[in-house]
């Protein structure tokens, strides 16, 4: 049988495991997970007959080599940090990898030991990164193969709860990892393209700068910039667009009402607060306000940040329960932001019978015979319950595609590489339909950011 190693059982496994194992007797496929959590990965497979678990530490050398020996492809679902070693293995062993993560420097370094030994390193194959680019590659391809020429692309996605789950007043719950959900935005300046002009916006100014979208059937949404918009703008062939714009979904007001956390400085990872395990949530919110012998912490906040008594971010922020003084922190050494995820947790972590939701929407603005048009396209996709969520069907089922499709010899283009050519994005996105991963396109009059284009 062919063997293919999942190293790592978390929560976007789930979906991934599934297709292959119902894919097993039929594809010849014999499936190992190998975790240090040994039981969640034999919950994942349970008793099928074509697949085992493994206690894995990816840290003990000899182990994860043995283990990548016996494979004939790697698939690696561990955090992003540390699929190096891995792929190293990998390549010196001469297995095909695959991961849903971003291409990191260390891994693009492998480009030609791969290519010299005829493997392919597929990376950014989940959700976003991984049907973005094979949805917006598909229609960017079209429309120059139709004699286009691009002048705007913009892509948003969001990893929200389903509309039956939303059940607080921000509309919003973790469905993927809470602390890159506290700390987003950091790390640098966001930055994009807009009408020719490049759009700089600083971490302070983010979610006060934010577009709005409607989906049909789901309404309203906002997005606020990711890092850096121009990452791809070579790779996705739009050295020439005049605007070129990738964001992250919300609903719309949480941005303004998040926006209270980044002034005050709660989502700062960067240093630890003095005896935080004895902090109660209320003395957390009061150690990044002014002292006063005589004013309330409600009355100091609501007068540093002129939030008025009927302000809807008021409600939202009671609703968190930031100001009980009796629930501890509990963390020692804590940085602000580790602390501030500890409480929204409290209100955020999904209920047993909850299910998330998965919003991806693109923008396209081309010209054609010197008239201007534009497609809008949009991603719906909804759990079906904790194990099989959508956060997990639209990242684990790419990664499963691109691994099965390796294996056949259907994507054979070796090297370190993303799912930006037809040979990888038009089977996948093919097969993904059957899976409810649809894509509804729809013309609309080309307006960009300049009325006076019309």
Known sequence: MRKILVIGSGKSASSLLKYLLDKSASENLFVTVGDLNLDAAKKLIGKHQNAKAMLLDIFDETSRTNAIKEADIVVSMLPARLHIEVAKDCILHGKHMVTASYVSPGMQALDEDAKSKGLILMNEIGVDPGIDHMSAMQVLDRIRNNGGKIILFESFTGGLVAPESDTNLWNYKFTWNPRNVVTAGQGGTAKFL????????????????????????????????????????????????????????????????????????????????????????????NAFLTYSPTDSVELKLRHALKIDQDDIVWDKLTELDIFNPHKKVGLKKATPAQILQKILMDSWTLDIHDKD??????????????????????????????????????????????????????????????????????????????????????????????????
């Open 194 to 285: 807009q009408e020719g002009t490049y759009k700089y916006i600083p971490y302070h100014r983010l979610f006060r700068r934010t577009e709005f979208l409607d989906v049909d059937g789901y309404g309203r949404f906002e997005a606020y910039a990711n890092r850096d918009s121009l990452k791809y703008q070579s790779v996705y062939g739009l050295d020439n667009a005049k605007t070129l714009y990738r964001g992250t979904m919300r609903r719309v007001g949480f941005s303004r009402a998040w926006n209270i956390f980044v002034i005050l400085g709660m989502t700062d990872d960067s240093y630890t607060i003095d005896d935080s395990e004895n902090m109660s949530y209320r003395d957390f919110i």
């Open 357 to 454: 939701m998965i919003v991806m929407y693109h923008k396209f603005g081309y010209e054609n015979e010197g008239k201007k048009y534009q497609i809008d396209a949009n991603m719906v996709v909804l759990g079906e319950d904790q194990t099989y969520t959508a956060m997990a069907k639209t990242v684990g089922l790419p990664v499963a595609m691109a691994t099965l499709g390796i294996l056949n010899k259907k994507i054979t283009t070796p090297g370190v590489q993303i799912p930006i050519t037809k040979e990888v994005y038009e089977p996948i996105l093919k097969e993904l339909e059957a899976f409810g991963v649809t894509f509804h396109e729809k013309e609309v009059p080309y307006l960009g950011y300049n009325p006076l284009n019309n």
